[in-house]
């Protein structure tokens, strides 16, 4: 199976502030790479696709990255409705599998 | 308007089964795969299930296999999980999901059921 391995866990960032989480890919995933936020008891949300593709209606300081086997999802001035949960996912083969999130505060 | 309302869940003794069902609606639900995924409380997500748009390919997560059943019926627009000799480590909120290509993940996602497993 495919390791997806999430970093930070958790971060606290100013308002403004740059914001970025990485998922390290344990074997080669091309671009199937998928970021998801998650708001307190709601369903996860899809932000990025395809490693780098900005879902419709999602805002333009979202944006996603790849550095061969790293992934980044980055926010490029937080914002206080960005305070979520963030997961990424492999779906380049089955079992999919999802990193362990990452929960993003304002300081 | 996509819409998937998944439904079946609740409190269930350990050992004992239970079906999920997630009706679509707002696309053509033939042409998507389909998938559950799970969220424990406080937890993270972990993929469970998925079956391709004509039932053809079907794939579970190993602490599922041999215990639950995904299924559909796209007469009926539904998608179902069943599930045999729960465990109390099945305890989660259950989504649906559906997905066209895999390089684009998981799309639209249902609002969850909850399924707890305990005595």
């Known amino acids: 199976d495919i390791q997806m391995t999430q970093s930070p866990s958790s971060l606290s960032a100013s308002l403004g502030d740059r914001v970025t989480i990485t998922c390290r890919a344990s074997q080669d995933i091309g671009n199937y790479l998928t970021w998801f936020q998650q708001k307190p008891g709601k369903s996860p949300r899809r932000m990025i696709y395809g490693a780098t593709n900005l879902e419709d209606g999602v805002p333009s300081r979202f944006s996603g990255s790849r550095s061969g086997s790293d992934y980044s999802l980055t926010i490029s001035s937080l914002e206080s409705e960005d305070v979520a949960d963030y997961h990424c996912?492999?779906?380049?083969?089955?079992?999919?599998?999802f990193g362990s999130g990452t929960k993003l505060e304002i300081k | 308007e996509v819409q998937l309302v998944e439904s079946g869940g609740g409190l269930v003794q350990p050992g004992r089964s239970l079906k999920l069902s997630c009706v679509a609606s707002?696309?053509?639900?033939?042409?998507?795969?389909m998938n559950w995924i799970r969220q424990a409380p406080g937890k993270g997500l972990e993929w469970v299930a998925y079956i391709s748009s004509g039932s053809s390919y079907i794939y579970y997560a190993e602490t599922v296999k041999g215990r639950f059943t995904i299924s559909r019926d796209n007469a009926k627009n539904t998608l179902y999980l069943q599930m045999t000799s729960l465990r109390s480590e099945d305890t989660a909120l259950y989504y649906c999901?559906?997905?066209?290509?895999?390089?684009?993940?998981?799309?639209?996602w249902g609002q969850g059921v909850m399924v707890t497993v305990s005595s």
């Open positions: 999901a559906r997905s066209l290509r895999r390089v684009e993940g998981l799309d639209y």
């Open positions: 707002g696309f053509t639900f033939s042409n998507y795969g």
């Open positions: 996912l492999q779906s380049i083969q089955y079992p999919l599998t």
